[in-house]
């Protein structure tokens, strides 16, 4: 099987091939209830939005967390990501 040579963690393409995902939808699920944005010239639209995908997000730390994942690494995954 071939790794990345950065992590040793299999490539994504070897991980597709040898793995059954769930549709994306089904990790998603829980994140329905994020409330549609204010009008753009709302002065507090970001803010609400942070307000907006707090409990999803924590929510997804937490999932993170039972399956046995570090709190730190979750967190680090979720910044790297959105680089």
């Known amino acids: 099987m071939a790794s990345s040579p950065a992590s040793g963690y299999p490539f994504p393409e070897v991980l597709l091939s040898t793995r059954k995902f769930k549709p994306l939808e089904a990790y998603l699920a829980?994140?329905?209830?994020?409330?549609?944005?204010?009008?753009?010239?709302?002065?507090?639209?970001?803010?609400?939005?942070?307000?907006?995908?707090?409990?999803?997000?924590?929510?997804?730390?937490?999932?993170?967390?039972?399956?046995?994942w570090e709190e730190t690494e979750v967190l680090t995954a979720i910044k790297r990501r959105m680089e």
């Open 30 to 68: 829980p994140m329905v209830d994020i409330p549609p944005p204010p009008p753009e010239n709302d002065e507090n639209r970001h803010f609400k939005c942070q307000m907006a995908i707090e409990i999803p997000l924590q929510d997804l730390i937490l999932a993170a967390q039972k399956a046995g």
